[in-house]
């Protein structure tokens, strides 16, 4: 069942601002996560190599709780060392060509229907920043809540800097973003997939669960959220 956004009762209503906090991966951008096809263009290319693959699946390995790839979302091994001059460009041109094509029919719909009743328009995701700005261009969104690697003049740490745009992390950003335009959360609307949305789901008066993963579709039917597929 699609999205439906009550555009006219939302304009109807006397003007306060309201925003739209859409993640992206397997959201907007419907399958794997932008990283992971981001990865396998750096390897493609050589600038990454079994080196980097090594270290990340070690530190996995090291740090993984049962079932979560958590560490590998808090760490970027693979970038420790690189210069973002390097990479960074690389990310907007595999951006352009990769990805903008991919971003859901469906979800645009509704981006669209958000921008038309005047919403702050806000992505929110745990990908890098260098990543998803080039996304956020292309679509004419201006805020964008992403994760932030540390960057040095010796290059990346492979370490993020907080708050890291992920389960509580989330809720965190939004909040702030929500006092910073004098938003009520309760009248905001969120799309997400994954339990790593759940924090902000919960915090807005219009959740939708958007191709459901690890559970979520049951999760959304016991507290009777609004469930979407979005190709």
């Avoid at 304009?11 to 739209?20: C, K, N, T, V, Y």
């Avoid at 979800?107 to 669209?112: D, K, M, Q, R, S």
Wanted: aromatic letters at 8%.
């Amino acid at each position: 069942m699609p999205v439906q956004l009550h555009e006219a009762t939302a304009l109807s209503e006397p003007a306060r601002p309201r925003g739209a906090f859409f993640d992206v991966d397997n959201t907007l951008i419907p399958g794997p996560a932008i990283e992971v096809r981001f990865f396998h263009y750096l390897f493609q290319r050589g600038l990454i190599g079994l080196r980097e693959v090594r270290h990340s699946l070690w530190h996995l390995v090291r740090h993984m709780p049962p079932v979560s790839l958590h560490p590998l979302r808090v760490r970027k091994l693979y970038l420790a060392g690189k210069q973002p001059h390097a990479i960074e460009p690389l990310a907007h041109e595999f951006v352009k060509s990769d990805i903008c094509s991919r971003v859901s029919r469906e979800g645009l719909a509704v981006l669209e229907a958000h921008r038309r009743a005047g919403h702050h328009l806000v992505l929110i995701t745990g990908s890098l920043d260098f990543l998803i700005a080039p996304l956020a261009a292309a679509l004419n969104v201006s805020t964008v809540l992403a994760a932030r690697p540390e960057r040095t003049p010796d290059g990346y740490t492979g370490h993020l800097l907080p708050p890291f745009p992920y389960g509580e992390g989330k809720r965190r950003l939004i909040e702030a973003f929500a006092r910073q335009q004098r938003l009520d959360l309760q009248d905001c609307f969120a799309y997400g997939d994954s339990p790593g949305d759940v924090a902000v789901l919960s915090s807005v008066g219009h959740p939708h669960v958007i191709n459901p993963i690890r559970g979520m579709a049951r999760l959304a039917r016991r507290r009777g959220w609004p469930v979407a597929q979005w190709l």
